[in-house]
């Protein structure tokens, strides 16, 4: 049954992009039904959770990643999607991605989920990138990360998280108001300085190493990045 499951979806799968290839449907119809096919790998994967856990994870992760992509098409591929509404529309990804991984358990899900997200910016490839937006796109899903770190102690994700944000900041340096500049450089701060030990603070458990290791990189970098940006004005 699971092969047959698995069989069908990599048909399906197949069928669609050779239909695409052969421009047999338009973009609007090629993204609308990549995202319904998404939608349908996650209701197979909640069918199956209970029974079949390891391949319910497997057809979620995939509409996950289905989901994404179809997304990343309309807007790259097609221009449906301007650069500001790409990004919204992937936050919801991300964060019933995270929800999910939280539900099943499954670190690997909620990978899949915050890695597609924070690469949404660098897949798109924008020739004239708004750093404002992909700095306070990466700091929102950054929010969502430390939601998930509430109910499971996953510090990858945190760390992910981490350095996504600071690649998203060194490629902004200087491209940024410097007033806006700080404004977000202290969401960053308070976000990645505070959020990293507050599940650990609120359920009266001992800080991990992780968490005060967060900490410290993030007061370097932060005091770094001032320090540069401060004296490049």
């Avoid at 995202?35 to 199956?48: H, Q, S």
């Avoid at 391949?55 to 992760?61: D, N, Q, R, S």
């Avoid at 992910?160 to 977000?184: D, K, R, V």
Wanted: charged share 10%; glycine share 10%.
């Amino acid at each position: 049954q699971k092969i047959g499951v698995l069989m069908v979806m990599i048909g399906i799968s197949y069928f669609l992009k050779y239909s695409f290839e052969q421009g047999w449907m338009g973009p609007v119809a090629q993204v609308s039904i990549g995202i319904v096919i998404g939608f349908l790998f996650l209701g197979a994967g909640e069918f199956f959770e209970k029974k079949y856990h390891t391949w319910a994870h497997i057809l979620t992760g995939a509409g996950i990643g289905i989901l994404y992509f179809s997304l990343f098409a309309a807007r790259d591929r097609f221009d449906l999607f301007s650069e500001v509404t790409t990004f919204v529309s992937m936050i919801p990804v991300t964060l019933g991605a995270g929800y999910l991984s939280i539900r099943y358990n499954s670190l690997p899900l909620a990978i899949i989920g915050i890695v597609g997200g924070f690469l949404a910016p660098i897949l798109m490839g924008s020739t004239t990138p708004n750093h404002t937006l992909t700095i306070s796109y990466s700091l929102i899903l950054s929010l969502g990360v430390f939601g998930i770190a509430f109910f499971k102690p996953w510090h990858l994700l945190e760390f992910l998280a981490f350095f996504f944000c600071i690649n998203y900041w060194e490629q902004g340096f200087g491209l940024i108001p410097l007033n806006l500049s700080l404004g977000l450089l202290a969401l960053f701060f308070l976000m990645f300085s505070c959020l990293s030990f507050y599940p650990q603070a609120t359920k009266k458990t001992v800080v991990t190493p992780w968490s005060l290791c967060l900490i410290i990189l993030t007061g370097i970098f932060t005091y770094s990045y001032l320090y540069h940006l401060l004296g490049s004005n």
